[in-house]
């Protein structure tokens, strides 16, 4: 029996822990901020529903094999009691957030031979407290490696294509470049593609040039075609469409994941000396919205 702690079920980790719990081989656990009864799933292949245990405070929890922490970015240091608890000599933890700076982020928290972080393309909503949408069939990728290896296999029996690449930082980079445009519907509350013109193209190309310029100079392969097919999407997203969790969160008035969205384009394009005007300007004028997360995570 794998034994798997899921912190944070939300949209993601909702979705990842109703998953991982149809395989009776494994012992799933959540630890919630908010409690929840169970999990009920809405997936491109039916509703599928769970009972996982529900751990309420760091003091219930022992050890497992593999901890997966699903929260915003913005909410690391929180998690620490939860991953302290949940740890012993060989428990690894696979962070499963946006962004490229999951090893940053938790480096501090957990050993790095022990840290693995996850590349999720899975388009969720929650709409209650274990209540979850799953719009498309869900994507991870990790990296090469035995950790990679052995997490990728807890997904064998579930719907989610998962996956270790020995060109882990080009998948990071990529999926960034298909949510860094997202900041621009944050702002203006609309999908793009009723009020697209060669202006509004310009900030959304912008955007997407300056991450895929600061992603390659970090190490990452970025096809043109990438950014020019996130163009492309922008420019077909419906009226009424919301262009992923940065967006929904600006509309139910929640933090957001600003900094590891754009603002870490920003610093890492002054790390390389690479211009990221439009970056920097809308990460200034989203954060002047009120969100706190406006600052490094
Ligand atoms: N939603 C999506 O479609 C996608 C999201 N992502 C990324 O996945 C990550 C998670 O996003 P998402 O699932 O949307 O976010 P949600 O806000 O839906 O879920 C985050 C969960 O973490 C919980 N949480 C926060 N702090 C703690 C804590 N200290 N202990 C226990 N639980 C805690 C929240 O609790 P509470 O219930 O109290 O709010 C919530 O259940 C983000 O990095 C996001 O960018 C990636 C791909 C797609
Ligand atoms: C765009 C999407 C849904 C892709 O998984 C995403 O990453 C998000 O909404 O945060």
């Known amino acids: 029996m794998t034994s798997i702690a899921i912190v944070g079920p939300g949209a993601i980790g ?3 822990a109703a998953w991982l719990a149809q395989n009776p081989d494994f012992d799933v656990s959540v630890c919630v901020r908010t409690p929840i009864a169970d999990l009920v799933v809405e ?30 970015t913005y909410s690391t240091d929180s998690t620490r009691p939860w991953i302290e608890a949940l740890c012993a000599q060989g428990t690894r933890v696979a962070i499963i957030q946006n962004g490229v700076e999951h090893v940053r982020l ?11 972080p996850v590349m999720i393309n899975l388009p969720a909503t929650r709409h209650a407290p ?28 579930t719907e989610i294509e998962a996956a270790a690449h020995a060109d882990f930082v080009s998948q990071l980079w990529i999926k960034l470049c298909g949510n860094c445009a997202a900041i621009v519907p944050a702002l203006t509350l609309r999908a793009m593609g009723p009020v697209w013109s060669p202006d509004f193209e310009a900030i959304v190309r912008g955007l997407n040039e300056e991450c895929a310029a600061v992603g390659r100079a970090e190490g990452a392969e970025i096809p043109q075609s990438v950014v020019d097919d996130f163009v492309e999407r922008s420019r077909t997203m419906p009226e009424g469409a919301i262009a992923g969790s940065l967006h929904a969160d600006r509309l139910a008035g929640n933090p957001m994941e600003i900094d590891a969205r754009n603002g870490v384009i920003v610093r890492l394009g002054e790390k390389h000396g690479i211009p990221t005007p439009m ?15 406006v600052k490094r995570d």
């Open 130 to 157: 274990g209540r979850i949408e799953q719009s498309r069939h869900g994507v991870i990728a990790v990296p090469a490696g035995q950790n990679g290896e052995d997490f990728a296999a807890l997904f064998a029996h």
């Open 279 to 293: 970056n920097h300007m809308l990460v200034t004028l989203l954060g002047a919205s009120g969100s706190p997360w």
């Open 43 to 72: 997936t491109p292949e039916g509703t599928i529903r769970a009972t996982p245990k529900v751990l309420t405070d760091p003091s219930e929890a022992s050890p497992v094999d593999w901890v997966l922490v699903a929260t915003k």
């Open 14 to 16: 909702g979705t990842v």
């Open 106 to 116: 938790f480096e501090h928290i957990v050993p790095a031979e022990r840290l693995v």
